[in-house]
């Protein structure tokens, strides 16, 4: 199974912010082709196997405490090959996490637009450590914010109509 892990630099430069009040951000999305084939990731690793398309993460948004969805696009121009990797790259153009395993289902870039949509969990990681330091999610987050209004509003119709049966019976 695929499987995005922390690099080594990651480990330090986390290690070095912490109780320092610095953060490790990351900013980029880095997509390769594996130089042709899966592998399962290194933790070792200071780069993608084979790195073809690199852009700034578009949007982000928080789902718990450490863990990021983030989004980007890579656009028809994109150079066509298949995606076996991903890449997380701080503001230094350090590698922090790297996605990619040895049964990946490889999908094509080029011709259409590529979508990133994945989510970045540090659960192993002090809050506050590692950010995605991207635009936020606004559509996202009104959805979110609309369906937990709607969700609320049917409770209280349900436990207000639970009241009126209790008060009136079931007629």
Known sequence: MPSTLLTDIAEAKITAAAGSGAQVAITHIALGDGNG????PSFSQTALRRERARKPIDKRHIVGSNAWRVKA????ETAAF??????FFD?????????AGNDVQA????AITYLVDHVLSFKRVGEGLIIVNAPDDDLF???VATGTAIANLNLEQLRQAGAIRA?????
Request: proline content about 3%; overall charge negative.
């Open 107 to 110: 999908r094509q870039t080029g």
């Open 37 to 40: 084939a899966n592998y399962g």
């Open 141 to 143: 987050d009104l959805a």
């Open 91 to 99: 503001a230094d153009g350090d590698l922090i996490a790297i996605w």
């Open 82 to 87: 298949h995606v076996r990797e991903m890449g």
């Open 73 to 76: 696009e890579f656009g028809p």
């Open 167 to 171: 008060a009136h019976g079931d007629n």
